[in-house]
């Protein structure tokens, strides 16, 4: 691969994606919690006999090692990159009998998997240095072990019992004609530079589109029931083309397809159709099903990200295709295993997207969505009314990722403390302002609130930051600071006035009637309740910025009530799962008397609590609350909230 090439689009590639899944190996993936706590148990790699510690942390007490106790994470437990919890109550588990045996046997299969991971990270590192060194990435962010002070899927750091482990590595596949697919017992050849000349070499063999029928049947299942769980307000019409886009991409995009079969295996595994001595059974299945093809994902989206930056030119669709795998990942992983691991799926899929705009999508020095969604295919568009353009397969797939792109840009810079990256594309891409031939993201279609919400969201994110780094040198001017908070409030008021204008509809009740609606469930238009839950998060946010940590003031407490009963006013417990960040933001500054209502919230959507990212969003709130004492309300902030698990988390 010639340097230049490496520098135009590999550069990218090697530093951010190669070196993004290098450092990944095998998906961190948590093996499904069935109750509010349950201990994780990772990797181990091989140390002197230590003695038995009797005051540590309860993962080196389990292992009958010695522990430095450190805080949040101790040495021991950093080192080997594994949980470690710390807690003052006896976690029930550990009851010398057959419960704490069985959490040892989970710690040793545990321990063979972990090898496997190492010995994964480490080829493909070996790859990334045989294809040379490329330019470096300041999106590159390197991942850390998982601290955390209480046990991955607790919600307040109390006692629980260890859920089964991840079950061992799956047979391997047969070998077809078809798209190239990674066998996890296929090896890579690292004497030579031409073990990167072929697929075969590249550690991928090949598996024909005719599947067996439990994939089959999980993709039918991903279609009909995970991915309405996921977006329950995306339903483009079948004048919009519907949603067959995304068989189309499941079917032609390997590395998305095994990615959808990992996610659908643990959807299942945790929300239980049916509560029998046989769903343990179907547990087991859906657990092995799950490693098995996300260690495919992984792979697979590694091959095509060598693969494409190989080529001198980068086309267009193979492009998007690889942004499209890269934000699912992201998706899955955030659900999977809420380490702080998302940061590089995130990095690596803003670059991509920066680079497909870069390359395919300036007109006249500014984005253009028009011009990349016209070479994405064969004809031109076809508009059939006002709000309604029938979209190709690969056109609605870069529109549907690049939103939830942007919405997770947005969402993480509150956690991260940064401006949104992808600020200078909000304008073009998500604009209310439609001039003849462009076409904007609206996010009512996709996430169901407006766009002027989440972006006023990005605006007092890019206004903490600049606060803090004007405090840092100085130079803080509060008259400034006011000023600039005072014109985002007062977008915020203006938006909630026009929702509540009766002239002032959602674009579900301006698109043209359905003529199969009679065929289809009902739902509700509840844009303008869903938006208002963003604006009154995004006020409490915008305070916290200006005034600090004021829980008791009568702003904060205005509209953590009213954020509480929009909560208790949604359709169904459920979509609390798509309001994760304004619910934790609410949360963390309710007052003691309201805190059993935010529990009781998580505990209305039942098993689903399981799936995402509430149960996260609960653990940070309580830990908020046993702080409420002891925070230092100049210091503190919304930021701090979001890291208090020991590593940022990104809750959408």
């Known amino acids: 691969m010639t340097t230049r090439a490496a520098e135009k689009f590999g550069g990218l590639n090697l530093k951010t994606i190669e070196q993004h899944f290098a450092a990944r190996g095998r998906v961190n993936i948590r093996p499904p919690a069935q109750s509010s706590s349950s201990m994780e148990l990772g990797s181990?790699?091989?140390?002197?006999?230590?003695?038995?510690?009797?005051?540590?942390?309860?993962?080196?007490?389990?292992?009958?090692?010695?522990?430095?106790?450190?805080?949040?994470?101790?040495?021991?437990?950093?080192?080997?990159?594994?949980?470690?919890?710390?807690?003052?109550i006896k976690p029930d588990w550990m009851d010398g009998g057959q419960r704490q045996q069985g959490a040892a046997e989970r710690v040793k299969i545990e321990i063979k998997r972990a090898a496997t991971r190492r010995r994964g990270r480490k080829r493909i590192q070996n790859i990334t240095r045989m294809i040379g060194d490329a330019s470096s990435s300041d999106h590159?962010?390197?991942?850390?072990?998982?601290?955390?002070?209480?046990?991955?899927?607790?919600?307040?750091?109390?006692?629980?019992?260890?859920?089964?482990?991840?079950?061992?590595?799956?047979?391997?596949?047969?070998?077809?004609s078809g798209v190239g697919i990674p066998t996890p017992e296929s090896s890579v050849s690292l004497n030579t530079p031409s073990a990167l000349s072929t697929s075969q070499d590249l550690d991928v063999a090949s598996l024909s589109l005719s599947q067996d029928e439990r994939e089959l049947s999980l993709i039918m299942s991903y279609l009909d029931y995970v991915f309405p769980v996921l977006f329950p307000f995306y339903r483009p019409s079948i004048l919009e083309g519907s949603r067959s886009w995304i068989l189309v991409l499941i079917m032609k995009n390997r590395g998305i397809y095994h990615t959808i079969i990992s996610l659908t295996?643990?959807?299942?595994?945790?929300?239980?159709?049916?509560?029998?001595?046989?769903?343990?059974?179907?547990?087991?299945?859906?657990?092995?099903?799950?490693?098995?093809?996300?260690?495919?994902?992984i792979k697979t989206v590694l091959h095509d990200s060598l693969e494409l930056s190989s080529q001198t030119e980068q086309p267009l669709r193979e492009s998007a295709d690889l942004m499209g795998n890269v934000v699912q990942l992201l998706s899955f992983e955030i659900i999977i295993a809420p380490t702080q691991n998302w940061m590089m799926h995130l990095d690596a899929a803003i670059v991509l997207f920066e680079q497909i705009f870069g390359s395919y999508g300036m007109e006249a020095s500014s984005p253009s969505l028009p011009k990349i969604l016209a070479q994405l295919s064969d004809a031109p568009s076809m508009d059939l009314g006002p709000n309604i353009t029938l979209w190709t397969a690969n056109q609605a797939a870069f529109r549907f990722f690049s939103t939830i792109l942007l919405v997770n840009d947005i969402i993480s810079s509150t956690s991260l403390e940064q401006a949104p990256r992808l600020h200078k594309y909000h304008k073009f891409l998500l604009t209310d302002d439609r001039l003849p031939g462009d076409i904007p993201l609206q996010l009512e279609d996709f996430v169901g609130h407006e766009n002027w919400v989440l972006l006023l969201i990005g605006e007092i994110s890019s206004l903490d930051v600049w606060k803090k780094e004007q405090k840092k040198a100085g130079a803080l001017s509060m008259m400034q600071l006011v000023q600039k908070a005072s014109e985002i409030?007062?977008?915020?008021?203006?938006?909630l006035t026009h929702l509540d204008n009766p002239d002032h509809s959602s674009r579900l009740a301006s698109k043209p009637g359905n003529p199969l609606a009679f065929f289809l469930p009902a739902s509700p238009d509840i844009t303008h309740s869903l938006t208002k839950i963003w604006a009154y998060a995004a006020h409490i946010y915008l305070h916290?910025?200006?005034?600090?940590w004021q829980p008791a003031s009568p702003e904060i407490r205005d509209n953590v009530a009213k954020l509480i009963i929009s909560f208790q006013s949604l359709p169904s417990p459920a979509l609390l799962r798509t309001l994760v960040w304004p619910f934790c933001v609410a949360g963390c500054l309710?007052?003691?008397?309201?805190?059993?209502?935010?529990?009781?919230?998580?505990?209305?959507?039942?098993?689903?609590?399981?799936?995402?990212?509430?149960?996260?969003?609960?653990?940070?709130?309580?830990?908020?609350?046993?702080?409420?004492?002891?925070?230092?309300?100049?210091?503190?902030?919304?930021?701090?909230?979001?890291?208090c698990v020991g590593h940022r988390v990104l809750l959408v």
């Open 544 to 548: 916290t910025v200006v005034s600090g």
């Open 44 to 88: 181990h790699t091989p140390m002197p006999t230590q003695s038995k510690s009797f005051t540590g942390c309860w993962t080196c007490r389990l292992r009958h090692k010695k522990c430095d106790e450190t805080t949040p994470t101790c040495s021991a437990c950093g080192a080997l990159e594994i949980s470690c919890l710390y807690d003052k």
């Open 590 to 643: 309710a007052n003691a008397q309201q805190e059993s209502t935010f529990r009781d919230l998580v505990m209305s959507m039942g098993s689903l609590q399981m799936f995402g990212t509430v149960r996260l969003a609960l653990r940070i709130m309580e830990d908020v609350w046993r702080r409420r004492g002891s925070i230092e309300l100049d210091d503190w902030d919304i930021a701090a909230c979001l890291r």
């Open 265 to 297: 295996s643990f959807f299942f595994s945790v929300v239980p159709m049916i509560q029998s001595s046989d769903y343990k059974m179907c547990e087991s299945m859906n657990s092995e099903e799950l490693q098995k093809q996300a260690d495919l994902a």
């Open 489 to 495: 409030e007062q977008r915020l008021r203006n938006g």
């Open 140 to 176: 590159v962010i390197t991942p850390e072990p998982c601290r955390s002070s209480s046990s991955p899927g607790t919600t307040n750091g109390g006692p629980g019992e260890s859920s089964q482990g991840l079950l061992n590595a799956s047979p391997p596949f047969e070998k077809s």
